[in-house]
């Protein structure tokens, strides 16, 4: 998504009655919608283009995001054509009322009959490695049905794919109805409307269609566009646990023994989730899909998408994988955002809470250690890269590798040092009353957090503030002479975080923590063997050393007990300052870093 604006929202739709047909075209399906539009009274955007004719101020105009990749045949009401206008530029296509006489667009369903490119690049509705399948994070619903394609509208979506027999499918809810031969005649006059959509040239096709199946699916409950899922192919259901409330299945092209560990941490995950904030799980099931035809993972509203999950053995990064996907289900599905510069919420919560779920059922995975290696080395590369909250929400690159590191590695990072100042016990309290409180409005962004926040710890602005919305990090100097650690950002900055320090004098080894917040604080480094700031990376900040620090430690190295992290961490600090020419690098001696 880049620079992007709101779309008009005078009219915006309730619910859709999609219809794809996967037949006789891999590459080009036909497809329908029907809208139920309904009056916004809570209007949030404005848009106003005089170059191409969009303006808000046409109340009775409804106005739907479309990719350029697909072909709208028609626009119809009641069985009538209506007026509709395409502007490319903005992507969007304009619905005009019927005026003679008059019919609001709120009063009859709105038919739109279209044809979908089927891409390749795990964007919209794509095909890989024999699957057909959606992946719709950010905005990428309109690539493939015409849409209202922001996460502050939620609507209801019934969808029914036309698919070959031989091929399975499923989607968010479960299946309503599967009926082969849809031409049948006690079967005709319910589906008149999807029937007329197929195109049969000759007899060959018709007896395709013959042996195709429909399925209809339940409705979702409201949705944002973007978790909608659907996948087709050839895959069947491996494991299913029924053991507790809510079902769980997964499926996958083929099943081993190891698939039901995942299926077993699965379960517990979403149980520890319920027990914890107090919020149900909603759907009537869960389903999970691994697959080689899907890219990473994805949190759709009851069918999460999952990469071919590694079995020889359970992998951690799969088992963080799938929980981050689940937590999703409370921070993201239940619980959505207004708008995409909140997508940190989202992201912070569900990447930290599946390290600590993650802990609590496979202690074996040491998932601690992993989170400090793992976490630190993403970030680090960030250093004035971007901010966590971008200054302008209009003008995000959601789908760029940086953003993605922003917000999955240096604000999971950030959250953590957060939850190390007020403790663990505080900081699920305070949660648990977001998702009650939050889960029964369905909206919310950084304001919302924020607010709430401060009511459970005054510190929350002092420390966030910084954090969100500059680009950097501490960057701070220890200086063993004044027995100062100093914070020295060159816009002045004062960031307020947990550090922690690692101290040996006279051969005994300290460990402590200490709060920063301010410019400078003391810390006694008199007559120190050596000393270690930000020992074992615990926060994310840039540390450098005098002179005469660096020498100590160079010793601690060679007698080889600098750690391979806190190592890393020095060598990694440098990097960071020489690329940005900062002026601390004046006060040392570059040839002694590189020694450590």
């Known amino acids: 998504m880049t620079d992007s604006k709101r779309i008009p929202n005078s009219i915006i739709p309730s619910s859709y009655d999609i219809f794809i ?36 101020s046409e109340s009775e105009t409804a106005y739907l995001a479309v990719s350029k990749n697909i072909v709208i045949k028609s626009i119809k009401q009641n069985n009538k054509p209506i007026r509709f206008t395409i502007f490319k530029r903005k992507g969007l296509v304009a619905i ?25 690049n795990y964007e919209g509705l794509y095909k890989s490695k024999n699957l057909y399948i959606t992946d719709l994070e950010p905005n990428n619903a309109q690539m493939f049905v015409p849409c209202f394609d922001e996460p502050c509208i939620k609507s209801i979506f019934n969808v029914s794919l036309l698919i070959p027999n031989q091929l399975n499918c499923i989607s968010n809810m479960p299946l309503k109805s599967k009926t082969q031969n849809i031409f049948a005649t006690n079967e005709k006059n319910q589906r008149n409307e999807l029937i007329s959509l197929i195109n049969i040239d000759n007899k060959e096709s018709q007896t395709s269609y013959h042996d195709a199946i429909l399925y209809e699916f339940y409705p979702t409950p409201p949705i944002c ?17 029924t053991s507790n409330r809510v079902p769980i299945h997964l499926f996958c092209q083929k099943k081993t023994d190891e698939h039901q560990k995942y299926v077993s941490i699965a379960s517990k995950a979403l149980n520890w989730l319920e027990n914890k904030f107090g919020v149900k799980y909603p759907l009537p099931h869960l389903q999970l899909i691994s697959h080689s035809g899907i890219y990473s993972g994805m949190e759709n509203y009851g069918l999460i998408t999952l ?30 955002i207004k708008w995409w510069d909140s ?14 779920i993650t802990q609590e059922f496979c202690p074996e995975f040491n998932i601690w250690e992993f989170f400090y290696k793992n976490e630190i080395k993403n970030s680090l590369y960030l250093y004035s890269k971007q901010s966590i909250v971008p200054n302008n929400p209009n003008q995000l690159h959601i789908n760029s590798s940086l953003f993605t590191k922003v917000i999955y590695n240096k604000n999971c990072f950030v959250m953590k040092m957060f939850v190390d100042i007020v403790g663990y016990d505080n900081f699920m309290k305070f949660l648990t009353k977001y998702v009650q409180k939050y889960s029964g409005i369905g909206l919310v962004d950084t304001n919302d957090f924020l607010g709430l926040c401060q009511d459970y710890f005054p510190i929350t602005h002092d420390y966030f503030d910084n954090w969100l919305y500059k680009k950097g990090f501490p960057i701070l100097y220890i200086d063993d002479q004044k027995n100062l650690i100093q914070q020295i950002q060159t816009d002045k900055s004062v960031y307020y975080f947990p550090l922690s320090i690692q101290l040996s004098k006279n051969g005994t080894v300290k460990n402590e923590t200490i709060l920063i917040k301010e410019e400078e604080t003391n810390f006694c480094m008199d007559e ?65 870093i590189q020694t450590i």
């Open 343 to 356: 997508l940190w919420l989202n992201e912070s919560f569900a990447q930290l809470l599946s390290y600590y």
């Open 96 to 120: 005009f009322p019927s005026t003679s006489p008059f019919i609001s667009l709120t009063v009859s369903p709105v038919t739109i009959e279209y044809q979908i490119p089927v891409g390749s």
């Open 528 to 592: 120190c063997d050596w000393i270690i700031v930000n020992s074992e990376s615990k926060s994310l900040c840039l540390v450098c050393y005098s002179n005469d620090l660096l020498k100590k430690l160079e010793k601690h190295k060679k007698d080889g007990n600098l750690t391979e992290k806190d190592s890393y961490l020095i060598n990694q600090s440098f990097r960071v300052l020489y690329e940005i020419s900062h002026p601390i690098l004046e006060k040392v001696n570059i040839e002694l």
């Open 21 to 56: 047909d996967f037949i006789n075209n891999e590459k080009i399906l036909p497809a329908s919608v029907t809208i139920h539009f309904i009056k916004n009274h809570n209007n949030i955007s404005d848009i106003s283009d005089e170059s191409e004719g969009v303006k808000q």
């Open 307 to 336: 990469h071919e999950l590694d079995v020889d053995p359970i992998s951690r990064t799969d088992v963080l994988l799938l929980i981050h996907e689940i937590v999703h289900m409370w921070f993201g599905d239940i619980i959505t």
């Open 225 to 241: 566009t973007y978790l909608l899922c659907f996948a087709v192919g050839k895959f069947s259901l491996a494991f299913s646990d």
